[in-house]
């Protein structure tokens, strides 16, 4: 075996350092060191919340914009006629009360009304459900009726909001449909 030799000032060295720990400039400059680091951290994690957030928003109003305005559109196509009689056009709040036939020759009416905040869908005079998600609010909806010589149609615009008291979003979505 081979025997590694130590000179005297090596072994001072190791003793003494092995003896005497840390002194109270480097704990404090490990500490500022590890503030520091922890602070970059929280950042990131807060950064990242209110991203999480801020997504969560948006999904809420583009879905409830997309299921709302499908089911318009769809409804609109099927539609024969609007009865302008027990429709509120051209206000705010709008309701829209569309005739027609189903699949079996049956005449059926749609009605588009809010109610709290929701969109809501009435088949036959049964409410079917509502067409925006809970967590958003429908706050504006108008429909505006046009013709042509051709066709005749309805164009919607809709306001929805969602988010919470750090981040609170609100968008208008527009769409129009030609009755059948």
Same mark, same amino acid.
């Given at each position: 075996m081979f025997k590694i030799a130590y000179s005297s000032k090596h072994r001072d060295l190791?003793?003494?350092?092995?003896?005497e720990g840390f002194t109270i400039l480097e704990m404090l400059i490990y500490i500022a060191i590890l503030v520091l680091m922890l602070a970059?951290?929280?950042?990131?994690?807060? +950064?990242?919340?209110?991203?999480?957030?801020?997504?969560? #928003?948006?999904?809420?109003i583009e879905t409830s914009a997309m299921m709302s305005t499908e089911r318009l559109a769809r409804e609109l196509r099927q539609a024969e006629s609007v009865n302008a009689g027990l429709s509120i056009l051209n206000s705010d709040p709008g309701k829209l009360v569309l005739e027609g036939v189903d699949l079996l020759g049956n005449p059926r009416t749609v009605v588009f009304y809010l109610s709290s905040g929701t969109l809501m869908l009435s088949?036959?005079?049964?409410?079917t459900g509502s067409l925006s998600r809970s967590d958003a609010r429908v706050s504006s909806l108008v429909f505006y009726p046009f013709s042509s010589p051709?066709?005749?149609?309805?164009?919607?615009?809709?306001?929805?909001? +969602?988010? #919470?008291?750090?981040?609170?979003?609100?968008?208008k979505f527009y769409s129009s449909a030609i009755l059948r």
């Open positions: 190791v003793r003494r350092s092995l003896t970059v951290i929280m950042n990131a994690v807060i +950064s990242i919340v209110h991203s999480g957030r801020i997504i969560n #928003t948006l999904r809420n088949e036959n005079g049964v409410d051709d066709a005749k149609g309805i164009r919607t615009e809709i306001t929805i909001e +969602s988010g #919470t008291s750090t981040y609170y979003r609100s968008e």
